[in-house]
Nanobody
């Protein structure tokens, strides 16, 4: 049973930074891709970033490129999302997801496992 547990959300002022963590457990993730999605009130869930567990290749939503960085730590089985230069438009619940086929897709339907989410609020 794969489990994903997010942490690190909170309230931050515009221009500030947060680092989200996603602790993964339940199996080895060598062929997986891990992704971050977010959902703002009244909006659909959207892709933010993804990383291949094996080779470390990454992909990003256009609007977060240069501000957000996704990374993984093998020893801790954890994926991180470093978020800098935050704006109120980044306010959302952020979800970690695992894709067992390792596609690093931007489509939420391709992800098999999801965490419960962590709230990020950016004040202006």
């Amino acid at each position: 049973q794969v489990q994903l547990v997010e942490s690190g959300g909170g309230l931050v002022q515009a221009g500030g930074s947060l680092r989200l963590s996603c602790a993964a457990s339940g199996r080895t993730f060598s062929n997986y891709a891990l992704g971050w999605f977010r959902q703002a009130p009244g909006k659909e869930r959207e892709f933010v970033a993804a990383i291949s567990w094996s080779c470390g290749s990454t992909s990003y939503k256009e609007s977060v490129k240069g501000r957000f960085t996704i990374s993984r730590d093998y020893a801790k089985n954890t994926v991180y999302l470093q978020m800098n230069s935050l704006t109120p438009e980044d306010t959302a619940v952020y979800y970690c997801a695992a894709d067992k086929w390792g596609t690093s897709s931007s489509y939420s339907e391709t992800y098999d496992y999801w965490g419960q989410g962590t709230q990020v609020t950016v004040s202006s």
